[in-house]
């Protein structure tokens, strides 16, 4: 069963800059995974960020960036605001009989 | 405007049946991939399953394969998700989301399914 990993929790200040990964338990994610990136608050539905590794939506922040690191997909927040708390997903596609799985989520605090 | 709008849920006992509707609007429903996805209380994101265009080809996730069925009616922009033999732990908030191959762009509020005695 394929396990897509992220960290549990991080916390950032205001202002900061914050790097949230996700890893494969398959190896490394590549471009091909098309990571995409959700971000959740309390009792909404998850707004999407990012797709295909890097791509922005219309409504995405300037602040929020995506790119690969080390073998993972990242989501980077540069100048973090009070109102990025939030939980963070991230989604990969591996194809075949179950081609998306969710990452546990990062519980981003700012403090 | 893209709306997705779900509908359906409510409460089930374990064993039942429900039927989950998403109906599309602002948008070439019959040119995108579906899928719903689903978060019990507390918990994370699951991938539950998708349909492509015109309704040929679907995926689920193995924990429902045999009990969801996943369908769309494109002449009337809706989505549906058939669920049997409901289980308690198939509580959970069902979101239908629009699939513009690999870019998740756009989901719908919600419908909660709960399934208890």
């Known amino acids: 069963q394929t396990v897509v990993t992220q960290e549990p929790s991080l916390t950032v200040s205001p202002g900061g800059t914050v790097t949230l990964t996700c890893a494969s338990s398959?190896?490394?994610?590549?471009?091909?995974?098309?990571p995409n990136w959700f971000q959740q608050k309390p009792g909404q539905a998850p707004r999407p960020l990012i797709y295909?590794?890097?791509n922005k939506h219309s409504w995405t922040p300037a602040r929020f960036s995506g790119s690969l690191l080390g073998g993972k997909a990242a989501l980077t927040l540069s100048g973090v605001q009070p109102e990025d708390e939030a939980e963070y997903y991230c989604l990969l596609y591996y194809g075949g009989a179950q081609p998306w799985v969710f990452g546990g989520g990062t519980r981003l605090t700012v403090l | 405007e893209v709306q997705l709008v779900e509908s359906g849920g409510g409460l089930v006992q374990p064993g039942g049946s429900l039927r989950l509707s998403c109906v599309g609007s602002g948008f070439t429903f019959s040119n995108y991939y579906m899928n719903w996805v689903r978060q019990a209380p507390g918990k994370g994101l699951e991938w539950v399953a998708n349909i492509n265009q015109d309704g040929s080809a679907y995926s689920y996730v193995d924990s429902v394969k045999g009990r969801f069925t996943i369908s769309r009616d494109n002449a009337e922009n809706s989505l549906f998700l058939q669920m049997n033999s409901l289980r308690a732990e198939d509580t959970a908030v069902y979101y239908c989301?629009?699939?513009?191959?690999?870019?998740?762009?756009?989901w719908g509020q919600g419908t909660l399914v709960t399934v208890s005695s």
């Open positions: 398959t190896g490394a994610v590549t471009s091909g995974y098309y």
């Open positions: 989301g629009r699939d513009q191959r690999w870019n998740h762009d756009y």
């Open positions: 295909s590794t890097s």
